[in-house]
């Protein structure tokens, strides 16, 4: 993956590196570990009942991987969080430091939902992450973030605001490599024009 360049994943359509599609015989050699995933993670997978890639993981994994901005389209229910998690966690366990990935998502129900896949996939290597929304105290998230952990899971109405009153917290998200927007129909519409637009700024611009 490209360290500096943040990668966005709502997450994608091409196949594993080297696969066309679902030629004959690939249902049957569909696994995390073909997908590109390190042992410690496919046990983790494992761990939490993940025993078998759905289509949205098999075909955005590799890709992320790989550095590639990536999109999809899936139903709920089909896997989406974990297609975005497990890449991002193996690449931070190799290179770990503050703000890695940032993750938006237009409500605070699926902010905790994220929340707690992060935490159950990325407990072996010791995740460090902060939920960043409505209806909590500001001053504790602001604090949290100048901590620098390494995934922020935010919807953009708080976080657009730490960004503009805290330098702390605009400073902590200029070496994230990860920029993933979750449910990314909703976060387009007008809603949250202002909001990313103040989030984007505060991200690396390559």
Do not use: Y
């Not at 193996?90 to 430091?97: I, S």
């Amino acid at each position: 993956a490209k360290g500096e360049k943040p990668q966005k994943k709502a997450a994608g359509g091409a196949a594993p590196p080297g696969r066309g599609g679902l030629l004959a015989g690939e249902e049957e050699e569909r696994s995390f570990d073909a997908a590109g995933l390190e042992h410690w993670l496919v046990k983790a997978c494992n761990g939490v009942g993940l025993t078998r890639p759905t289509d949205v993981q098999w075909h955005c994994i590799p890709e992320v991987l790989r550095g590639r901005d990536v999109m999809a389209s899936a139903e709920t229910g089909s896997g989406k969080t974990a297609a975005f998690a497990l890449p991002i966690l193996q690449l931070l366990a190799r290179d770990p430091f503050g703000v890695f990935a940032l993750v938006l998502t237009p409500t605070r129900e699926l902010a905790f939902q994220i929340e707690e896949q992060f935490a159950a996939l990325g407990a072996s290597v010791g995740l460090r992450q902060s939920v960043v929304v409505g209806g909590l105290d500001m001053m504790r998230q602001a604090t949290d973030l100048c901590k620098r952990p390494h995934v922020v899971i935010a919807t953009p109405g708080r976080l657009a605001d730490h960004i503009k009153s805290s330098h702390g917290v605009a400073a902590a998200l200029k070496k994230t490599r990860f920029l993933v927007l979750d449910e990314a129909d909703r976060l387009f519409e007008e809603t949250f024009e202002k909001e990313l637009g103040v989030i984007l700024a505060a991200l690396p611009q390559e």
